[in-house]
């Protein structure tokens, strides 16, 4: 059957459903597009406050809990969410239900916490669309291959929702939040950063993958590979263009839409890094895999890594993880120190990740000398690098975060006039 109607996606995260009054708004956003005549599915997350209590709940009962209890525990609050937005819908006269991640079925892999989309059935959601109901799906979670829930690691709902937007064939994906759209860099950091209108999807991606809280990483790596256009819009404002014409967010979208590439688009930090240290390990082959495969085994993301030569036929190894995975790395190294035979194992959680990041790095020379520079001026020491084409990242103390954020937004030409 040949689609007329406009077929968008609205997702909305957890302030924007943080209470009862917030899902009566929420189901009126809904009602306002369903009545200018588009298909519409809804994907929510639990509401505010609500992944971090049963976060909390697991966590002290076990540090090391089992990861598929887990994610039956975390999985319930966007269930919650769901069913609530269905009967605030229906309480407006549209017709509506929820769908689990059972139900679609979201197909994921075993890696409990923070699963992978495998596939996505869109057929059942595609019929709910065309028959007039606007189905409410719980974000967050999907299904194993044994048919255990399995939760996508936090943010999501974002991905949840690329991947429902992908799946019905969606002409947008809207994710709403508490925030009007994509900035240069953390407003509450920078007082003259600047809300971009558009963004490349590389851009967004790398942005999201150093710290920046918008979108979730793999969300945005989906959009770029499906082509999903992505709309970061605020559930707390009308969202009406303004006067000059200009967006009321932020879309995501390919590079040859945007006309003029700036040198630096953004910049990013994330405070959720804890960085490990190993002196003196024997500089042989196959001693990283020693180091590395461990974590990858369980399912441990490692992201700086620097490997610096020592004396005597030893060397040093520093990374950086998550601050969350820190001691099941630090589990896993001491267990495997008999092969990697390190002399000192020293971490440290009080870091922060700063990263430039523009597409315009490709043509342009001397973005990484300049925020050396700026950082030399203002006595910031810099413990480790890491590059690539488009993007720039540093790892210094946590005390220095917000000057060092500034001082870049202000070099780089970012701030708003």
């Not at 971090?52 to 598929?68: K, M, T």
């Not at 194993?144 to 429902?164: F, K, M, P, Q, W």
């Not at 600047?194 to 150093?210: H, N, P, Q």
Request: hydrophobic share 45%; charged share 25%; proline share 3%.
């Amino acid at each position: 059957m040949e689609r007329t109607a406009p077929r968008i996606v609205m997702k909305f995260g957890g302030t924007s459903v943080a209470d009862l009054d917030r899902i009566r708004a929420v189901a009126k956003r809904v009602q306002a597009q369903v009545d200018a005549g588009c298909e519409v599915a809804v994907v929510v997350s639990a509401m505010a406050g609500v992944t971090n209590r049963l976060v909390g709940y697991c966590d002290a009962l076990s540090p090391l809990h089992d990861p598929r209890e887990y994610d039956a525990v975390v999985a319930a609050g966007e269930q919650i969410t769901s069913g609530l937005l269905a009967i605030a819908l229906q309480s407006l006269g549209i017709r509506s239900r929820s769908w689990l991640g059972w139900q679609i079925p979201v197909r994921t892999d075993d890696a409990h916490g923070k699963a992978r989309i495998c596939s996505i059935d869109g057929d059942g959601l595609i019929a709910c669309m065309r028959s007039g109901q606007v189905p409410v799906i719980a974000g967050f979670q999907g299904v194993d291959n044994e048919e255990r829930i399995a939760t996508l690691g936090r943010g999501g709902s974002d991905t949840s929702a690329v991947a429902v937007a992908s799946a019905v064939k969606a002409d947008r994906c809207d994710i709403y939040t508490d925030v009007d759209g994509i900035y240069t860099t953390d407003p509450r950091i920078v007082a003259k950063a600047r809300k971009l209108d558009k963004i490349t999807y590389e851009e967004m991606l790398e942005l999201a993958s150093v710290g920046a809280k918008v979108l979730q990483t793999r969300s945005v790596e989906l959009a770029m590979k499906e082509r999903v256009r992505v709309q970061v819009l605020s559930s707390f404002s009308d969202n009406a263009p303004a006067p000059d014409g200009r967006l009321p967010g932020s879309l995501v979208v390919d590079e040859d839409e945007i006309l003029e590439q700036e040198l630096v688009t953004g910049i990013a930090y994330s405070r959720d890094e804890a960085r490990i240290s190993m002196r003196r390990i024997p500089d042989r082959p196959g001693i990283a895999a020693a180091i590395f495969g461990p974590l990858a085994d369980a399912n441990i993301n490692v992201d700086m890594i620097v490997q610096s030569s020592g004396e005597d036929g030893m060397t040093n190894m520093t990374f950086t993880t998550g601050k969350a995975d820190l001691q099941r790395a630090i589990a896993l190294a001491e267990a495997a120190r008999e092969v990697t035979q390190y002399g000192e194992l020293i971490t440290d959680d009080s870091v922060v990740k700063i990263s430039v990041v523009g597409v315009g790095m490709r043509s342009h020379a001397g973005v990484a000398s300049t925020m050396f520079r700026i950082l030399s001026d203002r006595g910031i020491n810099i413990q480790v690098i890491s590059t690539s084409e488009i993007k720039v990242s540093v790892l210094i103390a946590a005390d220095y975060a917000e000057l060092a954020i500034r001082a870049l937004h202000t070099a780089y030409g970012l701030d708003a006039a």
